[in-house]
Structure formats: C-alpha cells, structure tokens
C-alpha cells in the first residue's frame, strides 16, 4: 500500500494487535527485520527518538543529534517498525516518522493511534469494531472457554450473547474484559447487570463518542466488581513503565492493604480478568497492564492520594535492583544483568525522574515550565535534596547500563542533569563525578571529563572517602591515553590497581589490568603478556565474562604483533564467544578489529574483508570516541591489508565490504567471524562425524543451538532442555542465549515462529 500506513480508531478496538499481526505476516518482506516501538509509557514528547532507538537495540553511545544515529543506522536496512500508541506524542511522532522515511529509502512504518500523524504519504486505515455477531461472538467464546473450559453458549443463551456484543460495540477489549466475568457470572446476569452500567453513562458528556463511552463504563464496571484488594493492586500497578515483573510487583505494591505473599495471588485473579496481561520473554514471567487500563488506573491512583508514595516505592526497587547488579558485576551474571536492566530501561529512567516528580512547590515568577513527562504530576514541584541524592545513587548504580548497553548518550544526558540538580558536596556526588568522567571519556569529551575528575578530587580530598581514590586514580589514567600520554596512564593504572587491592577488591582491579595491557603494549613494555594472563586468570576465577573477554582480545593483539598468530587466533576467538549475548558495541569491535588483522594475516582475505565491513557498519554506530587508543595496536596491518585488496581486486574488496557491512549488530558480527568458514567441527558434525543435513537457506546457529531452538519451539524452559540434551542448566542458558543473539530476538516466541518458518530438517544428536 505505502510506506506509512496509520491504523486508527477507538482504544481497545484492536489495533495494536492487528498491528502485530500484519508485522508478523510480512517478517518475509522486511529482511532486516519487524520491530514494535510502544510508545505508551512515553511521556516527554523529546523521548520519542530515544524509544525508538531503544526498541531497535541502536547504541545511544554518541554525543551528537540522536535522530542522525537513528537515521545513520536504518539508512542500510529493509525494515518494518511499528510505532504504537501514538495519539499522545502526535507531534513528534509525525515529524519523527517523516524523517526516517526521508532518509531511509527502504524503511517501512506501520502506526497505531486515536489520531492520524497527518504527513504526506500517509495512508489511513480505519480499524473497524468485530462483526456483531460472527467475530465478537467468537471472541466471546474463546475468552471465555480459557478461564472455564466447560463454558458453552447454550441455543437459549446465543441470542442474550449477541446482545452483550452489540452492546459492547463490538470492541474487543471491552469483550475480553466481559468474558473474564463469565467465569462467576451467567450470559443472562452479564447482561442485565451490564444493561444497568450502562444506563448510567447515558447522561454523561455528549461528545464524547459511544464507544468510547463503552469502553470506559467497561472498564469502570471491571474496576467496581474487584474486590478492595485487586482495585488496590491494579492501581497501585499502573505506576510501572513498559511491565513490570513479579519481584518487581511484590515489592512496589506490597504494602498498608496488601501484603507481599497476597501479591502472587492478587495479580492471578487480575491476569484472569483480563485487566493484566502477560509478556512473552526470555526469563523471568512479565506483566503488563495495557494503556488505557493503565491510564484507568493511574487516574484512579492519583485520586486516592497515594501516588507519590507509591511513586517511591517504585524508586526504591529499582534503586536496589541497580546497586545490587552494580556490586555484583564482576561475576557470571553479567549478561543476564544486562538484559534485564535493558528491558527495565523505561522503568529506570521514570525512577530517575522521581526527584523531579515528588515534592510540591510555592510558584516562581518566570520559572521555565517543567519538562516531567508524567502526566498526573503536581503543576508546580521542588527536588526533595534526598531524592535528588538517591536518583545520583541510581545513575552510578547504572554506569554499566550506561557503558556497555548501549545508552551511552542517556547515560551523559542524565548525569548533566542530575550534577546540577544535586550540587550538595557528598560522598555520592564524588562517585556521580567520576562515573560521569567515564562516559564522558567514551564520548571523546575530554575536558567536560577532565573538569569533572578535578572537581571529584578536591571533594574526595575534603570528604576522605578511600574507595572512591581507585576510581578517580584509573580513569584519570584513560583520560590520560585518550590525550596520548600513555606513559602517565600506565603509572595511574598501576596505582589503582593497588588501591583495589590494597582494599581486598581485587575482583574491581580487572578492567584496569585489561586497560593495562593496552598501554603496555603501546609502549613495546615486555610486561603486557604477564599482566594479560594475569587479567585472564582473574577473570576465569570469578566466572566474569565482559572484561576477561577484552583481556583476551587485547592480548591476543599483542601476540599477533609479535608473530604468535595461532594463539592470539584462540584468544580474540575465545573474546569474541564470551561477548555474544551482549549488545556490545565498542568491544565487539575491538575483538572484531584485532580478528581481522588474523584473518588477513592467515590469507583469509575475502573474510577479512568481510569483517572489515562488519567493523565499520559497528564503528559508524557505536558513536563512541574515535580517538580511542584501542584502535592502534599492531605495525602489521598495512601490510596485510594491501595484500587484501590485492587479492580481492578492487571490485572483490568492495563487494565483500558491503556484504559484511550487513552485519552491523554485535550479535551478527560475531557470528560473521565464528560461524561461516572458520566453524569447528563440533558446530558442522554430529557425533558420528557425518555432516549435519543442509539447512533450507544458510542459518547462523551450530548444530547445538539448532537442536536447542527445535526444544524451545516445543515449548520447553532452559532446564527441561538441559535435561533433554544432557546438558547443565547454565550451558542451556547459554545456548539460549546465543540463539537470542545471533538471531537479534528478544524472547522464545521469536525462536519458536522462527523455527516454524525455517523449518530445518531435524539435526541427530
């Protein structure tokens, strides 16, 4: 039809789900991809970029305009993104939608909103309610057949159902929330007590349309026949941004009314009326409540005046949640840590906000208007300097969100808000400073970073606090190599190392062992093998992937210059299987360079430059400092780079360039130099030595992660998969978790209908 395309109507008529069922439809279509951007729990009109971004897992690392990252990124794909959700951010929809069309010439966007974006080239569908009776009637009966297996519409009950789905419009929504109610209720008392609900709004605002009036007496009927509990509990829920899950619920809403262990149950019976609903996703079960029953809720919420405690509580989970990850990081969870602060992204950055959110204020004469995206916040508001503190508290807790997740830039946007905000001389202002000064070192600002560290230093000379003294003394040190004085860096590293372990926090000394081996090797300091294996070793020992992997990938550099090239091919290797399941854009190039350098040295010269395109579609996105001294390791690779296009002629180089400038997500990066013609034999034999059977079109996976894909997409978890293959649990985690990231899938219902449409011939085990 176009390359835009609005679906419009009522709320709750069904077009995020007619939505979703025509991305998936033309999955074929979009080889680059279908992406679902909801925009709902969006607030600030100035976040819709950064939504989509997020949804499409595009590294926010630069400093400089986002939409120009966004744009520099879809410019290459044929993809379909829907946009969900929009009538509140009309405005910036519409002008965000037409500059990807503008300049991406193969990108495809398919709306939902109560409002058309109103842009040229626009085409508008107007969702219509279910036929009344064939489809409503349907709908009817499967809800209802779902939470009563033994519900039938009786010859005597049809005619009374058919008049619930005229009077219901034919919404879907509305239908859903009616059948929950079937479970208790007959089809005659649905009836008669909804025809009493309804009677009721007829004297309610006259423009407001009939449907919408529907709707919204469904949902208030749904709220009234809650019990005081599950209305509490569904208010309470309406805080959360983008889902929520279990632990999160039974810690936010647990409190005067409901008790935690109530939680669990509580939620069920809301699942069960169709007032929750759940997601599909790798991990841990989440819920969501949709938009206009959040909203619903939320109105409610502020009604009762519990909003800002429950706001707080919200915060506070969140808060733990982060510090928790944070002290744990150097360990085997990183991945999994990761993730989850990845999905909890919308949730995170409304917890950052609550300093903003909390606290009424007297009105300023001329005072600029607050740009808080929530809408039921108070007109007027003053930080509360206790919550301004713990959302700084939460921005460290975040660095590693910041850094190695791809937010590099809401990380920089939030700590230049917050350091203004908060300019109280803390002990958490000093650790804000310089986990501020890294971010700003991976951007390439070197004297906001500079200013930054000084101002944590003269602080932590008048606060005394030590463990901040490692922190201040090691990023010194990479400011220190960005400017090109390595000499001076390698002393500051040295010197927080010490102080790590000086302190018994060996465990945090890691990353300035693996910064260590860089300068080292800068500087031809015959020491950078010894600190290399020392950083291995340390890794090994706590079962840390992230940072053991850049130790491999930097060492293996450093014996690739010194002519050990098969051991530095089994290192950068190595690093580069630790680092699927990260969405890691700066070191996967990294590895990715150094594997590069081997693959053209070893005379893998189509390859080499195959990755050469990876590394450039990765260093056009990853929009972190191209000053940054990683990248010049090595004297050899001018040598073997003429070499290349000599081999390839130039023609041949070109054409292998753009090929793996395809692959420009770390997960298919990685698996462009792992899985093509450098795979082992484990991952192209079965255990007879036979070739595994030809797969229809070329798939990404080994034999393993084939036969771990075919598993899930009967529906079983990680540990029956383990138990079915005779693997341990944590090396099934792993296989599903490769399997997500070589695909660029963010849950199992991806793996399943992947495996539906691919259909590979069964793999022997």
Avoid at 375 to 381: A, D, K, N, S, T
Avoid at 395 to 416: K, M, P, S
Avoid at 483 to 498: C, D, I, Q, V
């Amino acid at each position: 039809m176009g390359r835009l395309v609005t679906l419009t109507g009522v709320g709750g008529v069904g077009k995020t789900r007619l939505a979703l069922g025509v991305a998936d439809a033309s999955r074929k279509a979009f080889p680059d991809g279908t992406w679902l951007v909801d925009l709902g729990a969006v607030r600030d009109p100035s976040a819709v970029t950064i939504a989509v971004m997020g949804a499409l897992r595009v590294p926010d690392q630069g400093a400089g305009p986002l939409l120009d990252q966004l744009t520099g990124r879809l410019a290459r794909h044929r993809a379909l993104i829907v946009l969900d959700n929009c009538e509140h951010l009309i405005d910036s929809s519409a002008q965000l939608a037409k500059a990807l069309l503008s300049a991406c010439p193969e990108l495809c966007i398919l709306a939902t909103s109560r409002r058309t974006l109103g842009i040229t080239g626009e085409h508008v569908f107007t969702v219509p309610p279910l036929s009344v009776p064939d489809e409503a009637l349907d709908l009817l009966r499967d809800r209802a057949t779902a939470i009563r297996p033994d519900f039938r519409i009786a010859c005597a009950d049809r005619a009374r159902a058919v008049r619930l789905c005229a009077d219901l419009d034919g919404l879907p929504l509305a239908i859903e929330l009616a059948a929950s109610r079937l479970r208790t209720l007959t089809v005659e008392q649905l009836v008669d007590r909804l025809e009493d609900r309804f009677a009721l709004l007829t004297g309610g605002c006259r423009t407001t349309q009939p449907r919408q009036r529907t709707l919204r007496g469904m949902i208030e009927w749904s709220y009234e026949l809650c019990t005081p509990a599950e209305q509490l509990l569904w208010r309470r829920l309406s805080v959360f941004a983008g889902g929520f899950t279990l632990d999160a619920a039974e810690h936010v809403c647990a409190a005067e009314g409901i008790g935690r262990h109530q939680v669990v149950d509580l939620l069920d019976r809301l699942v069960g009326q169709s007032v929750v609903m759940t997601c599909e996703h790798e991990g841990p079960l989440r819920y969501r409540l949709l938009q206009t029953i959040r909203e619903y809720g939320r109105a409610r919420l502020t009604e009762s005046g519990e909003e800002q405690a429950q706001l707080r509580r919200h915060r506070d989970f969140f808060l733990t949640l982060a510090e928790r990850y944070a002290s744990d990081w150097f360990g085997p969870t990183q991945a999994q840590a990761l993730d989850r602060l990845r999905i909890e992204h919308a949730n995170l950055k409304l917890a950052l906000e609550y300093g903003n959110l909390a606290h009424p204020a007297a009105p300023e004469t001329g005072r600029a208007e607050s740009s808080t995206p929530e809408r039921h916040r108070p007109e007027h508001l003053a930080p509360d300097p206790a919550d301004t503190q713990a959302a700084l508290r939460l921005a460290v807790a975040l660095r590693f969100h910041w850094c190695a997740n791809g937010f590099l830039g809401e990380g920089r946007r939030q700590f230049d808000r917050l350091l203004v905000a908060a300019p109280e001389p803390t002990p958490v202002r000093t650790r804000a400073l310089w986990a501020a000064a890294w971010v700003a070192i991976l951007q390439g600002d070197l004297t906001t970073a500079d200013r930054w560290l000084d101002e944590a230093e003269e602080l932590n000379e008048h606060l005394g606090e030590p463990s901040d003294r490692p922190y201040l003394l090691g990023f010194r040190g990479a400011s220190e190599a960005f400017h090109g004085r390595m000499t001076e860096a390698l002393s500051l590293y040295e010197r927080a190392l010490a102080a790590h372990e000086a302190a018994g926090d060996e465990a945090a000394g890691l990353f300035w062992l693996f910064l260590m081996i860089i300068a080292q090797a800068h500087l031809g300091d015959p020491r950078a093998d010894e600190t290399g294996r020392r950083a291995r070793q340390t890794a090994t020992a706590l079962e840390e992937r992230m940072f053991g992997a850049y130790a491999m990938w930097a060492l293996g550099g450093v014996l690739w210059t010194r002519g050990a090239d098969d051991e530095a091919r089994a290192l950068t290797r190595a690093a580069l299987e630790n680092l699927r399941g990260f969405n890691d854009y700066v070191g996967t190039t990294k590895a990715l360079e150094v594997f590069s350098w081997i693959a053209a040295s070893d005379g893998e010269h189509e390859q080499a430059a195959k990755l050469q395109g990876a590394l450039q579609a990765l260093s056009r996105d990853n929009g972190a400092n191209p000053r940054c001294p990683l990248s010049t390791l090595g004297s050899r690779r001018a040598h073997y780079w003429e070499a290349v296009i000599a081999a390839l002629g130039p023609d041949g180089y070109e054409k292998a360039l753009a090929e793996g400038g395809r692959h420009d997500s770390p997960a298919r990066a990685i698996s462009l130099a792992l899985d093509t013609a450098t795979a082992t034999a484990d991952d192209t034999a079965d255990d007879t030595g036979q070739e595994a059977p030809a797969l229809i079109a070329p798939s990404p996976l080994s034999r393993r992660e084939l036969e771990v894909a075919e598993l899930v997409a009967t529906g079983m978890t990680n540990r029956q998969v383990a138990s079915a293959l005779s693997l341990s649990p944590r090396t099934a985690d792993r296989h599903v978790q490769n399997i997500l990231g070589k695909l660029d899938f963010g849950s199992r219902a991806q793996i399943a209908a992947w495996w539906v449409e691919s259909r590979p011939p069964r793999v022997s085990a």
